[in-house]
């Protein structure tokens, strides 16, 4: 068992930046590929972006792409979400995930978080 807590949601004017953390424990965290979704009001969740165990490979949504970084600390069981240039239309609840796959944190997560708000305003 996994457990993901998110945190570093709030609200932001456009333009602006915000860093996401997702803090995971249980299981050895270097172990999993990780994920960061998000839901908009109204909307499907959608993929953001992901990172394999080892933090070598990445791949982002192309809605955020050279806008947002993902990356991970293993020594501290945390992954990031760097979110820069942000606009009105990344305002969503963004959730960690993560699976023993890269495969799998795209396409079926195994371990989810319960979410961090993120608003932004115009």
């Known amino acids: 068992q996994v457990q993901l807590v998110e945190s570093g949601g709030g609200l932001v004017q456009a333009g602006g930046s915000l860093r996401l953390s997702c803090a995971a424990s249980?299981?050895?965290?270097?172990?999993?590929?990780m994920g960061w979704f998000r839901r908009a009001p109204g909307r499907e969740r959608e993929f953001v972006a992901r990172?394999?165990?080892?933090?070598?490979?990445?791949s982002h949504a192309d809605s955020v792409k050279g806008r947002f970084t993902i990356s991970r600390d293993n020594a501290k069981n945390t992954v990031y979400l760097q979110m820069s240039s942000l606009k009105p239309e990344d305002t969503a609840v963004y959730y960690c995930?993560?699976?023993?796959?890269?495969?799998?944190?795209?396409?079926?997560?195994?371990?989810w978080g319960q979410g961090t708000q993120v608003t932004v305003s115009s």
């Open positions: 995930a993560a699976d023993g796959s890269f495969v799998g944190v795209f396409t079926t997560p195994t371990y």
């Open positions: 249980g299981r050895t965290f270097s172990g999993y590929a």
């Open positions: 990172i394999d165990s080892s933090g070598r490979l990445t």
